[in-house]
């Protein structure tokens, strides 16, 4: 199971409100940089800058096999973010459920979400959270039954009951036959 790390620090919450329109800054949790790369200008800050856009590729490098939360709040309102290997977009849950396609995330970087929610502000952010932490954080179930929902979704059946084998199945690897449909192997078959 990979560490939870919770960044809760007024200098992330205090960069991620001058971001800017071009500023392409990116969820890593794997690269080393220098505390000048990173958005809270911290030596562990979870969110770096490049000069390009990322394709899909360098968006999973960046965070290898951990699964990344942001939490953006306005008062009571929060808007969970949610950025994993495991689905094949950067989900946005709140009032309501956005999907950005990784391409258009790899573009703008994490500005994408702050264009989209011009009024909140950082919280938090959470690398491979436990659901208790998100609730502490102020995160409502529904909205966390939701996120786990459609992460589910994605992984397609890992979930599902074991299937009752079909009758024809039961009977196991077909018995060769004799021309008249009798068994060699019954020792009455040969009388």
């Not at 490098?61 to 969970?80: E, F, H, S």
């Not at 995160?139 to 996120?147: A, D, G, P, R």
Request: net charge negative.
């Amino acid at each position: 199971m990979a560490k939870e790390m919770i960044f809760q620090r007024p200098a992330l919450t205090q960069a991620w409100a001058n971001l800017k329109e071009g500023e392409l800054y990116f969820f890593d949790t794997v690269t080393d940089y220098g505390k000048k790369y990173h958005l809270d200008k911290t030596k562990d800050g979870p969110i770096g800058i490049d000069t390009d856009p990322y394709e899909v590729e360098d968006i999973f490098d960046c965070i290898g096999d951990d699964t990344v939360t942001a939490i953006l709040g306005k008062g009571k309102d929060k808007v969970l973010t949610v950025l994993s290997k495991e689905l094949p977009y950067l989900l946005i849950q709140g009032k309501n459920q956005i999907k950005i396609p990784l391409e258009d995330h790899g573009k703008e970087g994490v500005y994408g979400i702050k264009r989209l929610f011009p009024d909140y502000q950082l919280d938090a952010v959470v690398i491979n959270p436990k659901i208790k932490t998100l609730e502490e954080l102020g995160v409502l179930k529904s909205m966390i039954k939701q996120v786990l929902a459609e992460k589910d979704l994605v992984e397609g059946g890992k979930h599902e009951p074991a299937r009752k084998p079909n009758r024809k199945d039961q009977r196991g690897p077909a018995k060769e036959r004799l021309e008249d449909g009798r068994d060699p192997s019954d020792p009455h078959a040969c009388e």
